[in-house]
C-alpha cells in the first residue's frame, strides 16, 4: 500500500503528523508493517483529519524524533 505522506511533515504536541495524520511511529513502522496494519491505519486518517482540524505543526519532524521513535518500536518488539 502506498504512503499516505503529503511531504508535509510537522508534528502536534502528541506527536501526530499535520500532514498526513499519522503518529510518528505509524510513520517509522510504515514500511515493516502488513497490508492490514496499513490499511487500518488509513480508515483512521479521516477522522484524525478532523479532530486536527485548524491545529498546526508545532515540531519539525527531526531526526532524532525520527530515532527516539525507532527506538521505541524495537523495545515493543
Known sequence: MLSPCVARC????????????????????????????????????????ALFEGSENQHILSRDKWLAAEARLTDKD
Open 10 to 49: 510537522g508534528l502536534n504536541d502528541e506527536d501526530y503528523c499535520m500532514g498526513c495524520f499519522r503518529h510518528i511511529d505509524e510513520i517509522v513502522s510504515w514500511r515493516t508493517s502488513s497490508e492490514a496494519q496499513q490499511a487500518a491505519i488509513c480508515q483512521q486518517l479521516p477522522a484524525r483529519k
